[in-house]
């Protein structure tokens, strides 16, 4: 894929609340931002999540694996489907999943399902699915995610685990600190904070 393509995913926090909240700290955290798609099976499923581009590495926010999340009447009956991928043996959950790209009733049972991808934006993934791939199914021209963005957090207890780094930590403060002397200045306002939504592109 040679463009930008966005994909809009709904969370099934109340079914899977395991898997959706670590998917959820994951994007809070950057944890995804700038890995690759690990396998793209055109009529199955894309394959994503893992930070070393491997297929075989990610962590959970746990540090260790989770169990799974199956419920009976949730079934892999459709594409768009989002998965947790996992270690082929029941609840080894780490921060790798996938969407499928058409029913796949053979998983019923083994992965947890905890969201769907909505409207147009599955045409996206479908793309996904037919590009040119190489050993173990990786593209062989990259994928990646540039960014994930959570816009409604079920989950009010959350707090993304701190930096990696003192240069992280210190770029945090600094933008905040910024942010917070900001002042919008209008016809209608008397100096008041902005609190627009903030979009950060790489």
């Known amino acids: 894929m040679n463009h930008d393509a966005l994909l809009d995913i709904e969370l099934w926090s109340r079914e899977a609340p395991l898997a959706c909240r670590n998917f959820i700290q994951l994007a809070l955290e950057g944890y995804y931002d700038h890995s690759e798609v690990g396998r793209a099976i055109k009529g199955f499923m894309v394959q994503m999540g893992d930070p070393t581009g491997t297929g075989?590495?990610?962590s959970s926010i746990w540090g260790k694996p989770f169990k799974d999340e199956i419920?009976?009447?949730?079934?892999?009956?459709?594409?768009?489907?989002?998965?947790?991928?996992?270690g082929n043996k029941p609840n080894s959950n780490q921060s790798q999943f996938f969407i499928t790209l058409d029913a796949c009733d053979?998983?019923?049972?083994?992965?947890?399902?905890?969201?769907?991808?909505?409207?147009?934006?599955?045409?996206?993934?479908?793309?996904?699915?037919?590009?040119?791939?190489?050993?173990?199914?990786?593209p062989t021209d990259p994928i990646k995610i540039l960014s994930v963005e959570v816009l409604f957090n079920p989950?009010?207890?959350?707090?993304?685990?701190?930096?990696?780094?003192?240069?992280?930590?210190?770029?945090?403060?600094?933008?905040?600190?910024?942010?917070?002397?900001?002042?919008?200045?209008?016809?209608?306002?008397?100096?008041?904070l902005k609190d627009d939504h903030v979009k950060v592109a790489a």
């Open 56 to 58: 075989l590495g990610g």
């Open 106 to 138: 053979w998983l019923n049972g083994k992965h947890t399902i905890f969201g769907k991808v909505t409207g147009s934006t599955i045409f996206n993934v479908i793309r996904m699915g037919e590009v040119e791939v190489g050993e173990n199914d990786k």
């Open 155 to 192: 989950f009010d207890d959350i707090v993304p685990r701190l930096a990696k780094s003192k240069f992280s930590c210190l770029y945090l403060l600094m933008f905040h600190a910024r942010r917070a002397t900001k002042k919008v200045v209008g016809s209608n306002d008397k100096g008041s």
């Open 71 to 86: 419920h009976g009447r949730i079934k892999f009956n459709h594409r768009g489907q989002l998965a947790m991928a996992n």
